[in-house]
């Protein structure tokens, strides 16, 4: 996949919809009560790099300040959704210890690898940082954790909703009608090639988390030094 491409061309579709107001907005933002929880490969980046995304969204809440902003505590990299988040999934109904003993296999035959943050792309409910991996080491990790765990017998959803194929992040979903569409593509615009940096990734973490990542829902299983 070109990935820049890619990413323009998810970019120039999202702005045609939200130069007119027309967010999608995510429902279950706030809601109290949603159980939605799933188990997932991540990987975080530094704090450099969330300090240097950070730096961006306080623009965007300027202009923007009734939408979800990503802490740099929640800001992640999807390895793969082991488990698609679904409500009222609990850890009680898998066993953690096989999990973590998969994540440790794969730690053991991975290397780090190099991923570049540049720029932003959008979708229709929200903001996205581009990741550019540098090198294969991102794919090969993937392709290793869909075998292993395709063929361990272990409860799994990968790929069940989409083939993850991208490296973004995201930082910002849509929550409340646009205050002012015209200024939140000037600074889509303004950032689209933005440098935030490179970086090494070695480590990985398996979690059980909610649809957001937020840190209050996280629950850590295991950390993997590549």
């Known amino acids: 996949m070109n990935l820049a491409a890619h990413y323009d061309a998810m970019r120039t579709t999202a702005m045609r919809q ?22 997932t490969l991540l990987a975080r980046p530094p704090a450099a790099i969330t300090a240097a995304i950070e730096a961006v969204l306080a623009d965007f809440r300027r202009i923007e300040p009734a939408q979800y902003y990503y802490p740099g505590s929640d800001i992640h990299l999807t390895i793969l959704s082991i488990i698609s988040c679904y409500p009222g999934f609990a850890l009680t109904a898998i066993d953690p210890a096989a999990y973590r003993a998969s994540g440790r296999t794969l730690a053991r035959a991975s290397r780090p690898f190099g991923l570049r943050y ?15 991996p540098q090198g294969a080491g991102l794919q090969q990790l993937r392709d290793a ?25 995201t930082i910002i979903r849509f929550r409340a009608p646009l205050a002012d569409p015209a200024g939140l593509l000037a600074l889509l615009k303004k950032y689209e090639r933005h440098a935030f940096g490179s970086f090494e990734v070695t480590s990985l973490e398996l979690v059980y988390n909610d649809w957001y990542q937020r840190a209050a829902n996280t629950t850590l299983l295991e950390k993997y030094a590549l």
Not at 29 to 38: K, M, Q, W
Not at 149 to 161: A, N
């Open 118 to 132: 540049a720029g932003l792309t959008a979708s229709a409910g929200g903001i996205m940082v581009q990741g550019f």
């Open 18 to 39: 939200l130069a007119s107001g027309a967010a999608e907005l995510d429902p279950l933002l706030d809601a109290p009560h949603d159980t939605r929880r799933g188990l």
């Open 145 to 169: 954790t869909r075998v292993l765990f395709q063929e361990s017998g272990l409860p799994q959803s990968i790929d069940q909703r989409y083939r993850l194929q991208t490296a973004h992040s």
